[in-house]
């Protein structure tokens, strides 16, 4: 089993830049693929990035691609989400999730964190 708990969430102005963390607990976590997903306020949870056990094979959303970064650590058990150049419509509340699978599956995760709200001023 794995417990997630993001932080690094808040307020940035358009163009500016957040790095969000997701700390993993459980010896298993190198074992899982990590993804991130958002969930804006009256719309679907919607997939942003993944990446495998060995922080390889990165996939992103088409909306992120080239203004996401996703990267791992598993001495650490965290996981990164460097976002740049963010925009209005990146707000959301940002869910890292545990899964198993390849990365470009979307329906392979069984643990979730609480999720971290992010909220881009125009």
């Known amino acids: 089993q794995v417990q997630l708990v993001e932080s690094g969430g808040g307020l940035v102005p358009a163009g500016g830049s957040l790095r969000l963390s997701c700390a993993a607990s459980g010896r298993a976590f190198p074992t899982y693929v990590m993804g991130w997903f958002r969930q804006a306020p009256g719309k679907e949870r919607e997939f942003v990035a993944a990446i495998n056990w060995s922080g390889g094979s990165p996939y992103y959303a088409d909306s992120v691609k080239g203004r996401f970064t996703i990267s791992r650590d598993n001495a650490k058990n965290t996981v990164l989400l460097q976002m740049n150049s963010l925009r209005p419509e990146d707000t959301s509340v940002y869910y890292c999730?545990?899964?198993?699978?390849?990365?470009?599956?979307?329906?392979?995760?069984?643990?979730w964190g609480q999720g971290t709200q992010v909220t881009v001023s125009s």
């Open positions: 999730a545990a899964g198993r699978g390849p990365t470009t599956a979307t329906d392979i995760y069984t643990y």
